[in-house]
């Protein structure tokens, strides 16, 4: 069971230059998100996906844009890096669920991308 | 909006003793989910422990426990007998209860360092 798997873990690129990080879960989770971690500031949401479909942005959505291809995969895409755009990324997805299901609302992260924009 | 504040940037325990680290939220809403979500140098996120809004009584996780005071708006999360494994950056995250608001808002986070 390989939970959520996201690609590049690192990745260089120079100011301007676009790349997509991929992000796929095994889960059947109907939820997906796109977090990056930035060093005092925590784990701050880009862009999530409530369901199959549908995307909405979150707090720092600006220079990025997403994709749900299905249930099982959510791309997130820099069209022109920026040196502020230099981050830890972590894709992460999560179950709905009532209370009393002990797995419900619970994120699951993948291993984190680390992004350096020159 | 929701936050979630996390005063104790860094906090250093001695191996084997018992350490808090402190938590506090805004929120209007009465119903709502809290966790604290462990990031050790391998950078993986691991949840620790989750608590529900409407459950008076504070969660366990073997040595992880939380004080949840719900009219405080306060998440803290004991560790005890502390050990060399538990050295982590901490996380302190709220969501809103309900479908549709799945997202969580994390604190700024609590660097833990275990002292043998």
Same mark, same amino acid.
């Given at each position: 069971n390989a939970g959520v798997t996201q690609t590049p873990k690192f990745q260089v690129l120079k100011t301007g230059q676009s790349m997509t990080l991929q992000c796929a879960q095994?889960?059947?989770?109907?939820s997906m998100y796109w977090y990056r971690q930035d060093p005092g500031m925590g784990l701050r949401l880009i862009y999530y996906s409530a369901s199959e479909g549908t995307t909405d942005k979150g707090e720092v959505p600006n220079g990025y844009n997403v994709s =749900?291809?299905?249930? =099982?995969e959510f791309s997130l895409r820099l069209e022109s890096a920026a040196p502020s755009q230099t981050s830890v990324y972590f894709c992460a997805s999560s179950d709905r669920g009532g =209370? %009393?299901?002990? %797995?419900?609302?619970v994120l699951t992260f993948g291993a984190g991308s680390r992004l350096t924009v020159l | 909006a929701q936050t979630v504040t996390q005063s104790q940037p860094e906090m250093s325990v001695q191996e084997a003793e018992t350490v808090t680290l402190s938590c506090t939220y805004d929120t209007s809403e009465s119903d709502y989910y809290l966790f604290w979500y462990k990031q050790p140098p391998s950078r993986q996120m691991i949840l620790v422990i989750r608590q529900e809004a409407y459950k008076q009584q504070n969660a366990t996780e073997n040595r992880f426990s939380v004080n949840f005071q719900k009219a405080a708006k306060s998440f803290s999360l004991k560790i005890s007998d502390?050990?060399?494994?538990?050295?982590a950056m901490y996380f302190c995250a709220y969501r809103t209860w309900g479908?549709?608001?799945e997202k969580l808002t994390f604190g700024t986070g609590t660097r833990l360092t275990i002292i043998p």
């Open positions: 095994d889960m059947n989770h109907n =749900r291809l299905n249930k =099982r =209370r %009393g299901n002990s %797995g419900a609302n | 502390s050990q060399l494994g538990d050295a479908f549709g608001n």
